[in-house]
């Protein structure tokens, strides 16, 4: 059975950010660039289908530039049997627009399962995993925390305000995962040597004209140190007080 | 700064999450307990830590020194005991059997090392031969089919957990370092056995022990290495095992700036950041500047390994300046923490009790500063 894996290359979270000059854009300069931690969650499950199933092929699918291999590289050596670096320069602030040129590409190959991270945690939209599902025509379920697979069906288990949500569907299908559906395995020493012999295959990305523009991308207010209300006991009807009347958080 | 493959990136990035996420957080607990951790070990042979830098056809992941140096350093930065750990079975344990071993004894001894079912040491030091292994007293005596060895190994590390020890005993007496050879042993070969558990100062979690050997019997396919090239020649090849104390040097050192960085931003002082003193501000660049030459000497002579170039200099100038490095820069760590950089509460002060082992494990400083002159005077 084949999983598609769409996989995103995203800045690290201990990266400091920077906006560019047109105030548009991030500075990518001396960023380190990680895959999408959400990635990884679908990524271990669709291994960990394949690796029940004792057969079936793992397919990691990237939109991005001449970076997006060392990210793919690491899907990899995780265990993706192999990849697709769908090319584009510039990265598109167009989640429809991902969403097509991911769909062009994944269409063909006939999944069982496309797999998503429940967002990527740069851009946060959590839009192009359903996205890509209707474009597909695919049945999908969104921010998993439990997958059971039984021939053609599939039964998922989402965390939803308050309680549980039980969805039985029909494969294929697609997923977004959740943190907690699984907890990913680090890249073993052979799979990140064994990574180096697998295939790569580049491909223009097919974004099209973008529906949307970002016009300016500007960095939150910086934080305002702390402050001491006082001390001991007396001090917390202060702090209550400070927290609903001037912070208003409560 | 020399440009890393990607497959080194990856080693980094992989070793450092495995370094911060599962070693990390056991490090206090088998320092404070002088505990050896087999529950991280396993996970790292599960990873194939264990086998890094040999070829598949061993059980390896057949990866190169610089990766397996990038992986020490990383984890030696949260925890040298486990960092020890990893090295003494890589560059001791499987390096003499990778570099000096016969096909048949790679398939039997470096395979199941490689593979991380089994733990290496390797035994050298005796109480009256350390820097100069010309001294040792430990006799192995031909007898029908193999050898009798009679003596004792101390200071060994993982010689309680290891399966295979390879250890240099002397085979003709009154030939000062020429009458001297290597074996490898099983350990549970009848006649060997774990002697005193040493405490130590600090890599308290690592495993420290004498070995004793009475009236032990090896075969004879277990002699390691052709005794007529000479145990010099022997010596001088492991000078890999220096490049990997260079790499946990560097990795106590990373571990100890690092921390002092955060410290120095947030400990305020008469109304600011002590980062914003010069004096601090001089040790942090100074330790800075430190770490970067250690790293580029290491990963140097890492490079010229794995390129089978001439790096015993290199190796030699790696170790000495790293340990030196580790240990100045963890002592100016306690200073820029102050009083709480003297509490076992934080690392700090377990980092430099493990960096002193840095300046004399595997040739002392002295020892470094001697094949140094030797190489690039060439007059011995």
Not at chain 2, 1 to 17: F, G, I, N, S
Request: with cysteine; hydrophobic share 40%.
């Amino acid at each position: 059975m084949l999983q598609v894996v769409c996989i995103k290359q995203v800045a690290g979270s201990e990266t400091r950010v920077k906006v560019a000059g047109d105030g548009k854009h991030l500075d990518t300069a001396g960023v380190t660039w990680i895959l999408n931690p959400y990635d990884e969650f679908a990524l271990e499950e669709a291994l960990r289908i394949r690796e029940k199933m004792g057969e079936g092929e793992v397919v990691a699918v990237s939109i991005g530039d001449a970076g997006v291999p060392t990210t793919l590289r690491n899907a990899l050596a995780m265990g993706a049997d192999r990849a697709i670096h769908l090319k584009s320069d510039v990265p598109s602030p167009d989640p429809l627009a991902v969403a097509r040129a991911l769909a062009a590409e994944i269409g063909p190959l006939a999944p069982r399962i496309v797999w998503f991270g429940r967002q990527s945690i740069d851009d946060d939209q959590a839009q192009v995993g359903p996205m890509t599902a209707e474009l597909l025509g695919l049945p999908g379920a969104s921010m998993i925390a439990t997958l059971e697979i039984d021939g053609d069906r599939a039964v998922v288990e989402r965390e939803i305000e308050g309680g549980r949500e039980v969805m039985e569907m029909q494969l294929p299908a697609a997923f977004s995962a959740d943190k907690g559906l699984n907890e990913p395995r680090y890249p073993s020493l052979k799979g990140i040597m064994a990574a180096k012999k697998k295939p790569i295959e580049e491909k223009p990305a097919q974004l099209g004209e973008p529906n949307l523009e970002v016009l300016s991308l500007e960095l939150p207010p910086t934080r305002s140190a702390g402050r001491i209300v006082g001390e001991g006991k007396q001090a917390v009807a202060e702090l209550v007080r400070l927290l609903r009347e001037e912070a208003k958080v409560i | 700064m020399l440009e890393l493959k990607e497959e080194h990136l990856q080693v980094r990035e992989m070793a450092r999450k495995f370094a911060d996420e599962v070693v990390a957080p056991r490090a206090a607990e088998i320092d404070e307990r002088e505990e050896f951790p087999a529950d991280v070990v396993r996970r790292m042979a599960e990873l194939g830590f264990l086998g890094l830098p040999f070829p598949e056809k061993y059980g390896g992941a057949g990866l190169d020194t610089l990766a397996y140096i990038i992986a020490v350093e990383e984890i030696s930065r949260v925890c040298a005991s486990t960092g020890i750990t990893l090295a003494a079975h890589v560059s001791l344990g499987c390096g003499p059997v990778s570099a000096f071993g016969t096909e048949e004894q790679k398939m039997k001894f470096l395979m199941p090392m490689a593979k991380g079912e089994a733990l290496g040491a390797f035994g050298l030091t005796e109480s009256g031969a350390g820097s100069d292994a010309g001294g040792t007293q430990t006799r192995a005596e031909k007898v029908e089919g193999g050898w009798r060895v009679n003596g004792s190994k101390i200071y060994i590390t993982n010689g309680s957990v290891a399966k295979y020890v390879t250890f240099t005993a002397r085979t003709t007496p009154g030939m000062g370092a020429k009458g001297i050879s290597a074996f490898i042993l099983d350990t549970a070969t009848p006649g060997f056995r774990v002697g005193k558990r040493e405490r130590k100062m600090g890599h308290r979690g690592s495993d420290t022990v004498e070995l004793v050997f009475e009236d032990c019997f090896v075969p004879k396919d277990n002699l390691i290495g052709d005794p007529s090239t000479g145990f010099k020649a022997f010596l001088r090849t492991l000078a890999g095992g220096r490049i990997s104390i260079g790499a946990m040097a560097l990795g106590i050192a990373r571990g100890a700036y690092e921390h002092s960085l955060q410290f120095a931003k947030q400990r305020v002082q008469f109304g600011q950041p002590i980062a914003k003193f010069q004096a601090i501000r001089f040790m942090l660049a100074e330790m800075a500047m430190r770490i970067e030459a250690s790293r580029l000497l290491v990963y140097q002579a890492a490079v010229l390994k794995d390129a089978g170039q001439e790096y015993v200099k290199e190796a030699s100038m790696a170790k000495l300046f790293a340990s030196e490095t580790s240990n100045w820069v963890t002592d100016k760590a306690i200073q820029i923490h102050g009083g709480i950089g003297y509490m076992r509460d934080l690392p700090i002060e377990r980092m430099h009790r493990d960096a002193k082992l840095m300046e004399i494990g595997e040739g002392t400083s002295e020892i470094q500063r001697l094949v140094i002159a030797r190489e690039i005077l060439r007059d011995d």
